[in-house]
């Protein structure tokens, strides 16, 4: 009762100890919060850094081409020459309804011509992405993985992303392909 | 999926396969960078506003800010989005909350917690940005003000609840600016931040006092913050200049009793709305619960969920590229409908918790509004005060004492 009324005759003394309370409590807040989420950071190896795509559940929808933050999508097809067949008849580099095994763009299995062939030796072939013409739609992936050996397949090119805070891409991919990795491998290849 | 279906050529000429060396760049030195400049401008702010009194260096530090964390960072990762990093770690400990991330959350606040909102005040580009383009004060009216003052608090109430139920990180998705940072992007999003440029013009940084959770989660800290902004050491004349300077309202003006209630009066209203505020939090808690399973279709797997059993329903629909993959990965109906319900318990709880802290956000600005105020003279609200700057200049009494020594009126 004593203390109440000393409140009340003192409005200022009153204000400045709910001021101190006030302080020490956020103050505590942070300590509080920032060591929980200290506690957080102790596989620092794992914390994962980087959006990625796992080749083994891409199913080259062709989101990454049209969904991506960017004009030109981040997503670019990488080529894993030891896993590829080199052959002639290339399901990721040719339509599968090509009339003719030329250059012309109507039996090109790339929009952009971004997959360039090299003859090596009879009868082989090597085939090598022009990463500057690529944009990511995932028609080559599709047909060297519905044909040949899954030598095509796609990934997000680390120097190109922007880092989102959460990958348009990954929002709308249907397999869930996209995930957070570790700094330390910014890439799943395949050989 | 279909592998190794030709073998490896034995190749006769003496090929060599090709070293394809992929980019990474280095990253954590940008971090570095990063996390450097944060701490450094945050420092040149607290000690142009808290020690010189002056604007200059604040203008400087908009200016690299928007140039580094805007243009050249691409506004990629911020404190403003870090809530909902932050708030998934404290909730799922599956999540592995990258360091800058934490640092990025817990330096600014730090700081309001010393020095009041000095990130606020020309650090944040987005901030920044909207005091570079800003050239004319218009007042809004208090009673607009205070509706939208709620909108922010609402805004991060709604990103931690998608946040911690993994469904979607909206701070992010939702961000005016960082189209107009990275030069292209969604174009609908790119009007609205044009749009809120052209109004920052005319009016103080209508993003920050009306839409920015961060800033709403700073401003706690601020409001009682150890070293405070002091306009002058001398006495205030009540000469309204720095009130009318401010762009964001946080000067408040003398108190005066305009509608001439009896204090009586004054003190049922406010118990009144004491009274109220357990009914707000239950009626917003209500509410929002009842709306939880509508919420939820924001979440990947509810959004699957509701595919799958459609599919189920009539089987001979064209399958959708979200089926394929998941009837050609051997999804399990009984796993999904494990994770649906998963979401939807989530959903439930965390939905009631938001609607309750909704309420609560209601009841207080009620309470704010009704409750007496006794300033004499014109103060600092510490609680919307972004530091920038801009009404040192505009007081007589500290122009005075500066110019020429201890003249006192």
């Not at chain 1, 409005?11 to 060591?35: D, H, N």
């Not at chain 2, 919307?384 to 500290?398: E, L, T």
Request: hydrophobic share 40%; proline share 4%.
């Amino acid at each position: 009762m004593e203390q109440k009324k000393e409140n009340k005759n003192s409005p200022i003394a009153r204000r400045k100890f709910l001021r101190v309370l006030g302080t020490a409590v956020a103050g505590g807040s942070i300590l509080a919060v920032s060591g929980v989420l200290a506690s957080r950071l102790k596989n620092e190896k794992e914390a994962s850094y980087y959006w990625q795509i796992d080749p083994q559940k891409c199913t080259h929808c062709g989101r990454c081409e049209t969904d991506c933050v960017l004009q030109v999508s981040a997503v670019k097809c990488f080529h894993a020459n030891k896993v590829c067949g080199y052959c002639d008849l290339c399901g990721g580099y040719f339509r599968s309804n090509a009339k003719e095994l030329n250059t012309a763009a109507e039996n090109l299995m790339c929009p952009t011509g971004a997959i360039q062939r090299k003859f090596v030796e009879d009868p082989y072939f090597e085939y090598t992405i022009d990463e500057s013409l690529c944009n990511g739609c995932g028609k080559c992936v599709k047909g060297c993985s519905s044909f040949g050996n899954g030598s095509l397949y796609l990934q997000i090119k680390r120097d190109l992303c922007t880092d989102c805070n959460e990958c348009k891409i990954a929002r709308v991919c249907p397999s869930d392909a996209i995930t957070r990795v570790s700094m330390d491998t910014a890439y799943k290849l395949k050989d | 999926m279909a592998q190794n279906r030709f073998p490896k050529p034995d190749f006769e000429s003496g090929y060599k396969y090709p070293e394809i060396h992929h980019a990474i760049p280095n990253e954590e030195l940008l971090v570095a960078i990063d996390i450097f400049l944060l701490v450094a401008l945050m420092g040149i702010v607290s000690w142009a506003v808290i020690k010189k009194r002056t604007r200059g260096p604040i203008l400087w530090v908009s200016v690299i800010s928007v140039a580094y964390f805007g243009f050249f960072r691409k506004g990629c990762v911020c404190s403003i989005g870090s809530v909902q990093n932050v708030a998934l770690a404290l909730t799922d400990n599956t999540y592995a909350l990258p360091l800058s991330v934490l640092l990025f959350f817990i330096l600014p606040v730090l700081f309001a917690f010393l020095f009041g909102r000095v990130f606020c005040a020309g650090v944040c580009p987005f901030g920044a940005l909207q005091e570079l383009v800003n050239i004319k004060n218009y007042k809004l009216p208090k009673a607009l003000t205070t509706v939208l003052g709620m909108m922010p608090w609402f805004y991060l109430i709604f990103a931690l609840l998608y946040a911690v139920t993994r469904s979607s990180f909206i701070i992010c998705r939702f961000d005016p600016f960082i189209g107009i940072f990275r030069l292209g992007g969604d174009i609908g999003m790119i009007t609205c931040g044009v749009i809120l440029l052209i109004m920052a013009m005319f009016t103080g940084r209508p993003f920050c006092r009306f839409f920015c959770p961060y800033g709403a989660l700073l401003s706690i800290f601020s409001s009682v913050s150890i070293w405070k902004i002091k306009l002058t050491d001398k006495p205030c004349i009540n000469c309204e200049l720095c009130h009318n300077a401010c762009p964001v309202d946080a000067i408040r003006p003398p108190y005066a009793n305009k509608a001439k209630e009896s204090r009586l009066r004054g003190v049922k209203r406010l118990l009144n709305y004491f009274v109220l505020l357990p009914l707000l939090i239950l009626c917003g808690a209500f509410l929002m619960r009842s709306v939880s399973s509508e919420l939820s279709r924001a979440n990947k797997e509810v959004r699957l969920y509701d595919m799958v059993m459609q599919h189920e329903a009539n089987p001979g629909d064209v399958l959708s590229l979200e089926l394929e993959a998941f009837y050609g990965q051997g999804d399990s109906i009984e796993g999904l409908t494990q994770r649906y319900e998963k979401v939807q318990a989530d959903f439930k709880l965390y939905t009631t918790i938001a609607g309750a802290l909704m309420g609560l956000v209601v009841a207080i600005t009620l309470i704010g509004l009704s409750v007496k105020r006794t300033r004499k003279q014109y103060e600092i609200d510490h609680a919307a005060c972004v530091g920038c700057a801009r009404c040192f200049s505009y007081c007589p009494q500290y122009k005075i004492g500066n110019e020429s020594g201890n003249i006192a009126l």
